[in-house]
């Protein structure tokens, strides 16, 4: 990391390796600067049973340290550089040995970056143990691609649990099974009976079923003012034990959605 002492306005490189299986040791940079779109005027709120709030408290921005950049990776034969996809981090220590948590892409594949204590605490069952001795201190690396390969070696199974090997049967979701969902009036994995966000009236393109190639690069309408969506997150009294506590559990929140803000 540099520089080795980080806080929440900084601008600095972070550079590590991984090892993936049957792929060798790479090499990884990622050039990060404070993403201070993500908590502005945060808070939290604690509600009672009836649903009443009882409490509010601010989230104090110099507390969390969450940045976005851009991410590179090293050739090695080269030992050039480059530009690999954008990546989105939090550090939760700095100094010669940091630790940190988020995602960074690789040309299209996701990679992850958790302490080894939570990934395997919210793992699945499918994925892979990782027993490397301090937990709290150390961070396991994967990718969505991993997960994807390991999924499409699953025999397809129905909702009652069994194993086929018919490739068309499609009731592998439980919920398909649920009474509401069965009603002749409940429309499932379709979208036909959904009514449409767009209309086709009004609006400077003529509508949703309009030919829009003409207006592309035409901002006529668009906000002239950047424009930033207010997001929630509603949590319960097990999710905050299973992160052992309310200040964990925010950052975890926090972190989760940093890894998303793109």
């Known amino acids: ?3 080795q002492t980080v806080h929440c306005t900084s601008t600095f490189t972070l550079v590590f390796a991984a090892t993936f299986p049957h792929e060798g040791r790479t090499e990884f940079r990622l050039s990060l600067e404070a993403n201070h779109d993500l908590l502005r005027d945060a808070k939290v709120e604690y ?12 989230i104090v921005r110099h507390e969390h340290k969450i940045f976005k950049g ?14 690999c996809g954008w ?8 100094g010669p040995e940091p630790l940190f948590e988020g ?16 990934y395997n605490m919210q793992k699945d069952d499918n994925d892979a143990d990782v027993d490397i001795g301090d937990e709290h201190g150390r961070m396991v690396v994967y990718r969505d691609s991993d997960r994807f390969i390991l999924q499409q070696g699953l025999a397809p199974r129905s909702a009652d649990d069994v194993v086929s090997s018919d490739h068309t049967n499609v009731s592998i979701c439980a919920t398909d099974r649920l009474e509401f969902n069965m009603q002749p009036a409940v429309t499932r994995r ?8 767009q209309s086709d009236i009004g609006g400077s393109t003529g509508g949703s079923r309009s030919q829009l190639a003409s207006t592309i690069g035409n901002t006529n309408g668009c906000p002239t003012t950047r424009q930033v969506a207010l997001v929630a997150a509603a949590v319960d009294c097990s999710y905050v034990t299973d992160n052992r506590n309310a200040s964990a ?7 989760v959605y940093n890894s998303v803000w793109t």
Do not use: C
């Open 47 to 58: 509600i009672d049973h009836t649903g009443k709030t009882v409490r509010t408290e601010s």
């Open 103 to 118: 995602v960074y892409i690789v040309n299209g594949d996701v990679h992850h970056v958790k302490v080894a204590a939570k």
């Open 1 to 3: 990391m540099d520089p």
């Open 70 to 83: 851009e991410a590179y990776v090293r050739d090695e034969e080269t030992r050039q550089w480059f530009h």
């Open 190 to 197: 379709g979208f036909g009976s959904l009514y449409r966000r």
């Open 87 to 94: 990546a989105r981090i939090t550090i939760l220590r700095d």
């Open 249 to 255: 559990t925010r950052s975890n929140l926090i972190t």
